[in-house]
């Protein structure tokens, strides 16, 4: 397939890293035209499961009312990047990244462990592929603190394809500490006009993932954008996460602390709250049972 100058926004990221946000953020700009969660292997889903648009072809029907000839996903996305260039509007592309990395019934439970929607597009298009990732303590916990060895297993190959092939990376801390200015950045590194129609996400709903299949996180919960604490977790899952090496080496190579404590003040504070947690919970189980 020959290069054309037709240009395609790629965002990456992992599950439970905060892209279903910045997904609707993007899609709140004017003449942005953008697909959730698609991949050469298939799609998310949305608030229908599996009667949800789960491919460039039906997310551009259902959702633009934009007719694709093409099938196939790499052919899907030119077409649609042609249309898009004639009607003066921006596609971005969010490539639903976890059916590469995590065994799943698309990949035959035998994830290829490679970036296939980057693959795919690159040298076909002006393609302009970023990342949007979270500290990976947090990522962890959001998917309810499986395994560490298999998630990191898992987690390691994804981060160390993006820093492979040089992918620029946005920190979903930082959007969510100052987002007028993480949005300008990010806005102005794939090329699109900023503004701050971005604020009104709330309203944007053409996305699949949590805000559709009716995940009630708590960033949906809070309505606004804003760093959430980290979540309270048994103290042997933090003995758990904080022994892991390959933690610290990832969290080391993207800049994050590797402990779940942020810094000992924070861990002297846990500590003593699940202290004063367990003395209440047996102050009440004497005063019934006595």
């Given at each position: 397939m020959i290069m054309n100058n037709n240009k395609i926004i790629l965002m990456i990221s992992f599950a439970r890293s905060g892209a279903t946000l910045l997904n609707r953020c993007l899609g709140s700009l004017s003449n942005v035209v953008i697909m959730s969660e698609v991949n050469p292997l298939g799609g998310g889903w949305g608030e229908k499961k599996e009667k949800s648009p789960t491919t460039i072809k039906t997310q551009a029907k259902q959702w633009y009312n934009i007719s694709l000839k093409s099938n196939g996903f790499c052919e899907e996305a030119?077409?649609?990047?042609?249309?898009?260039?004639?009607?003066?509007?921006?596609?971005?592309?969010?490539?639903?990244?976890?059916?590469?990395?995590?065994?799943?019934?698309?990949?035959?439970?035998?994830?290829?462990?490679?970036?296939?929607?980057?693959?795919?597009?690159?040298?076909?298009?002006?393609?302009?592929?970023?990342?949007?990732?979270?500290?990976?303590?947090?990522?962890?916990?959001?998917?309810?603190?499986?395994?560490?060895?298999?998630?990191?297993?898992?987690?390691?190959?994804?981060?160390?394809?993006?820093?492979?092939?040089?992918?620029?990376?946005?920190?979903?801390?930082?959007?969510?500490?100052?987002?007028?200015?993480?949005?300008?950045?990010?806005?102005?590194?794939?090329?699109?006009?900023?503004?701050?129609?971005?604020?009104?996400?709330?309203?944007?709903?053409?996305?699949?993932?949590?805000?559709?299949?009716?995940?009630?996180?708590?960033?949906?919960?809070?309505?606004?954008?804003?760093?959430?604490?980290?979540?309270?977790?048994?103290f042997n899952k933090i003995k758990e996460i904080n022994t892991c090496l390959e933690m610290k080496r990832v969290n080391s190579l993207l800049g994050y602390k590797t402990s779940y404590y942020k810094n000992q003040i924070d861990k002297i504070l846990i500590i003593i709250k699940k202290i004063i947690k367990i003395k209440t919970i047996l102050k009440n189980y004497f005063s019934k049972y006595g």
């Amino acid at each position: 397939m020959i290069m054309n100058n037709n240009k395609i926004i790629l965002m990456i990221s992992f599950a439970r890293s905060g892209a279903t946000l910045l997904n609707r953020c993007l899609g709140s700009l004017s003449n942005v035209v953008i697909m959730s969660e698609v991949n050469p292997l298939g799609g998310g889903w949305g608030e229908k499961k599996e009667k949800s648009p789960t491919t460039i072809k039906t997310q551009a029907k259902q959702w633009y009312n934009i007719s694709l000839k093409s099938n196939g996903f790499c052919e899907e996305a030119l077409e649609l990047a042609s249309i898009c260039k004639k009607q003066k509007k921006h596609l971005i592309i969010r490539d639903w990244s976890y059916v590469n990395f995590v065994p799943h019934e698309y990949n035959n439970f035998n994830p290829p462990n490679r970036l296939l929607s980057y693959e795919q597009l690159k040298g076909k298009c002006h393609l302009v592929a970023f990342a949007f990732i979270r500290d990976s303590i947090d990522v962890w916990i959001s998917r309810n603190t499986p395994p560490v060895k298999e998630f990191y297993k898992q987690y390691s190959k994804y981060i160390d394809e993006i820093l492979k092939n040089n992918i620029k990376i946005f920190k979903y801390e930082n959007f969510c500490q100052n987002p007028d200015l993480e949005m300008k950045e990010i806005c102005r590194y794939i090329g699109i006009e900023y503004s701050s129609a971005y604020k009104n996400y709330n309203k944007f709903t053409n996305v699949n993932g949590d805000i559709q299949n009716g995940c009630k996180s708590r960033g949906i919960k809070q309505q606004k954008i804003s760093l959430l604490p980290r979540k309270e977790i048994p103290f042997n899952k933090i003995k758990e996460i904080n022994t892991c090496l390959e933690m610290k080496r990832v969290n080391s190579l993207l800049g994050y602390k590797t402990s779940y404590y942020k810094n000992q003040i924070d861990k002297i504070l846990i500590i003593i709250k699940k202290i004063i947690k367990i003395k209440t919970i047996l102050k009440n189980y004497f005063s019934k049972y006595g």
